[in-house]
């Protein structure tokens, strides 16, 4: 195996244990990868405004040459804020997820580089769950503005209620968005072009490294596109089933420091 020099990290069921916490053994794992020159990429849903306290913890500098893969990979950008990379949604696609949404009586939102929208007066605990997680604020309009980016469009809502939504998806929709559960409470719609995968390919590309030389971490459908790009895939302990079988190696859970254990026994000298 090649040495590692760059290394994917999801947040929620990944990086965080249950309680919201980073174990101190992943904080020492990712501060003796960082001194040792790898390049530690933080790959999640959320965007920056949510990833920077993170970053902060585990020792990841605010730089132009340290990055992060935000928005389910419709964004890529460093830590210090400059944008390399994003892939958002058209005003007509936006049109076509609302409308779901709206016949289905579910709450939708935009979330964007400037913050999260949304047309809706009625705002779920889910979505104020999800707004304050990420550290967006949420602005109301009576009609979505087209200047919107509208980079992941989400659904937010029970487990119960996204559950049955995710089965009667529209097939125009599959086609045409990449559709994730980023979480219990989010049902996501990107770009086709949007995916971790996809942006770590573009990040790979962009630093010059060999694909050979990266691993990623994850526990969520979301991650699986990163694992296909990624040379070492490690799962969660806390995974599902279906995520474990498709990667090179199965880790700790998230609450006896995954992501530290994995980060050890491939990554650090």
Partial sequence: MSKIKLITIDIDGTLLSSGQQVPKENIQAIRQAVNQGIKIVIASGRPLSGILPWLKIIGVPKADDQFVIAFNGGVIQTTSGKLIAKNAIDYNGYKTL?????????????ESLDGSHTISRLIPKE?????????????????????????????????????????????????????????????????????????LAILIDHLGISSDATMAIGDQG????????????????????????????VTKTNNQAGVGFAISKFAIN
Wanted: aromatic fraction near 10%.
């Fill in 127 to 199: 979505a104020q769950m999800e707004n304050y997680l990420i550290n967006s604020a949420l602005q109301i309009h009576d009609q979505m503005p087209e200047k919107v980016e509208f980079i992941k469009p989400m659904i937010n809502g029970s487990q119960q209620e996204l559950d049955r939504l995710i089965s009667i998806v529209p097939k125009k929709i599959e086609k045409n968005f990449n559709v994730v559960r980023g979480a219990w409470y989010n049902l996501e719609f990107m770009s086709k072009k949007a995916s971790k995968g996809s942006a």
């Fill in 222 to 249: 979301n991650d699986l596109s990163m694992f296909k790009v990624s040379n070492l895939a490690v799962a969660m302990g806390n995974a599902a089933n279906e995520i474990k079988s498709k990667a090179d190696f």
């Fill in 98 to 110: 609302q409308n779901f949404a709206d016949k289905q009586n579910a709450y939708f939102q935009v």
